[in-house]
């Protein structure tokens, strides 16, 4: 990234005007700047011009070299002794650099640059000054993209303070340790993901501790989000927000960990709904194309909207967001149904303190190979000859944990071409751990379908897991499948 040059507003420029001695840099990574590592390094160019102090062509030179390290900040530690900078030098040693350097994995570290200068008396050389860069790490790297709940709108308060581990890559388009609002536009202009309102705890600075805690590497974090935002401002090809994101994408480098969207509630109509899994397919595939990667996205299921009656379309947008982890390779998806509300339609501080926590794990599971850390996700809903329907699930630890045997308390219903037909018994047992047996209210026709947690404002206890406590992953109207040969269980 292209070095800064000008001062705050209101300050004044305390750099002399003359060009000063020793290394100046033009290019470097950016104070506070988190690189993505690939293989356990970064790259990163250095570039710049030097000059020798006149102090020293007075004595007498005989050959310069630009030259840098990068030093451990916590105990000054050089991971990388001073090392020479390829460079274009002068007959009067000022001259020019560009170099590529590597970084490991870790941090926070100090770029330190100098001008070594050989004098022409013998045995004598100086290590004139030279630019330095702040508190960057080589770590793991996350855009951040969706709506409200991922720009993070959490009104109540949670202990979630900044930590060194984390920064944030501003709307201001500057690098900076990362803390609460992370959406706020100041000295930003006026860019596409501009909140009109005041955004307030995000999931993500939980999230970015949490990661770096399991994989002992900083995190970096780049805002895109916007609050109540359709996909059609994500569109590749029309979307203003999908531009915006593109565009940090270029600010920052375009190499990445990792997207953590979270968006869903603009779209919960009968106009947009039907359409949400086509329309965030093609978002994902673009952004890949752009990348030239399969860069993974971490989602999450819609929570709930208190006052909302549109209840098929936020079925349908929760069942095409749990086809979207199902069928499109590198995209996880988390529940949320079960997460605190600080106003009708937003996860509290705390549900966003722990959907951060969360997500972490499922992410170090992807990313890191640390133990997989998943939602119940239904694999199938059987008719058994004994009436009832067989609920099977994936990505079960142990069994459920359930506050009702009333099914729709725990969140069911089933419906067929005759209507809805309630539900009348629910069973499951920890030594069936992947089970849930529903007992129907009278037989069920063909084209019977089953739901979970569907609705706008759906079941405020479902059934959790007895380790993550997670509930089941809602899905809407899944087709209940008949097979004579199975047992009752």
């Known amino acids: 990234m292209e070095r800064r040059k000008e001062?705050?507003?209101?300050?004044?420029?305390?750099?002399?005007?003359?060009?000063?001695?020793?290394?100046?840099?033009?290019?470097?990574?950016?104070?506070?700047?988190?690189?993505?590592?690939?293989?356990?390094?970064?790259?990163?160019?250095?570039?710049?011009?030097?000059?020798?102090?006149?102090?020293?062509?007075?004595?007498?030179?005989?050959?310069?070299?630009?030259?840098?390290?990068?030093?451990?900040?916590?105990?000054?530690?050089?991971?990388?002794?001073?090392?020479?900078?390829?460079?274009?030098?002068?007959?009067?040693?000022?001259?020019?650099?560009?170099?590529?350097i590597v970084i490991p994995a870790g941090g926070l570290y100090r770029i330190d640059?100098?001008?070594?200068?050989?004098?022409?008396?013998?045995?004598?050389?100086?290590?004139?000054?030279?630019?330095c860069v702040l508190h960057v790490g080589v770590g793991n790297v996350f855009l951040i993209a969706g709506q409200s709940n991922s720009s993070g709108y959490g009104r109540d308060f949670v202990p979630d303070p900044p930590d060194l581990s984390v920064h944030l890559f501003r709307n201001r388009c500057r690098w900076d340790l990362a803390s609460h609002p992370m959406n706020e536009s100041t000295d930003a202009g006026s860019p596409a993901n501009e909140e009109m309102g005041v955004p307030g705890v995000s999931p993500y600075l939980s999230f970015g501790k949490n990661f770096s805690r399991i994989t002992h590497l900083p995190v970096g974090l780049v805002q895109a989000?916007?609050?109540?935002?359709?996909?059609?401002?994500?569109?590749?090809?029309?979307?203003d927000l999908y531009a915006c994101m593109m565009e940090r994408i270029r600010l920052t480098h375009g190499k990445y960990a990792g997207v953590l969207w979270y968006q869903g509630c603009s779209d919960g109509d009968p106009t947009a709904a039907p359409y949400y899994y086509e329309n965030f397919e093609r978002m994902v595939k673009a952004l890949r194309t752009a990348l030239g990667y399969e860069i993974p996205f971490f989602?999450?299921?819609?929570?709930?909207?208190?006052?909302?009656?549109?209840?098929?379309?936020?079925g349908q947008i929760r069942e095409a967001q749990r086809q979207a982890a199902l069928r499109i390779p590198g995209v996880t998806v988390l529940p949320t149904t079960n997460n605190a509300m600080s106003d009708g339609i937003h996860n509290s501080a705390g549900a966003n303190l722990l959907l951060g926590?969360?997500?972490?794990?499922?992410?170090?599971?992807?990313?890191?190979?640390?133990?997989?850390?998943a939602a119940p996700d239904l694999s199938e809903a059987l008719l058994l000859q004994d009436g009832r329907i067989r609920l099977t699930f994936a990505h079960m630890k142990l069994g459920f944990v359930y506050h009702s045997l009333d099914p729709a308390m725990n969140g069911f219903t089933?419906?067929?071409?005759?209507?809805?037909?309630?539900?009348?018994?629910?069973?499951?047992?920890?030594?069936?751990?992947?089970?849930?047996?529903?007992?129907?209210?009278?037989?069920?026709?063909?084209?019977?379908?089953?739901?979970?947690?569907?609705?706008?404002?759906?079941?405020?206890?479902?059934?959790?897991?007895?380790?993550?406590?997670?509930?089941?992953?809602?899905?809407y109207q899944v087709p209940v499948s008949r097979n004579s040969g199975d047992s009752a269980g």
């Not at 989000?225 to 979307?239: A, Y």
């Open 299 to 314: 989602t999450c299921q819609l929570n709930r909207f208190v006052d909302c009656r549109e209840d098929v379309s936020w």
């Open 357 to 373: 926590e969360k997500l972490a794990m499922q992410a170090a599971h992807v990313l890191a190979g640390a133990p997989e850390y």
């Open 113 to 131: 640059t100098s001008l070594e200068t050989q004098s022409t008396v013998p045995h004598l050389t100086w290590l004139y000054r030279g630019d």
């Open 414 to 475: 089933l419906e067929d071409a005759s209507g809805e037909i309630p539900l009348t018994g629910f069973q499951a047992a920890r030594e069936d751990l992947n089970h849930i047996y529903l007992t129907p209210s009278r037989a069920p026709g063909e084209d019977a379908r089953i739901s979970f947690a569907w609705q706008a404002d759906p079941t405020r206890c479902p059934p959790t897991d007895e380790v993550t406590f997670l509930p089941p992953l809602s899905f």
């Open 7 to 100: 001062e705050p507003a209101g300050i004044p420029a305390c750099r002399p005007q003359q060009t000063m001695h020793g290394i100046t840099l033009t290019k470097a990574p950016s104070d506070w700047e988190i690189l993505q590592q690939e293989d356990g390094s970064a790259r990163a160019v250095l570039a710049g011009h030097f000059q020798v102090h006149p102090a020293a062509i007075q004595v007498g030179v005989a050959k310069v070299r630009p030259i840098y390290r990068i030093v451990r900040e916590e105990d000054n530690y050089a991971v990388v002794p001073w090392t020479p900078l390829k460079a274009n030098i002068r007959p009067d040693f000022t001259g020019t650099f560009e170099d590529t």
């Open 225 to 239: 989000s916007l609050g109540g935002s359709p996909m059609s401002r994500w569109h590749p090809e029309t979307g």
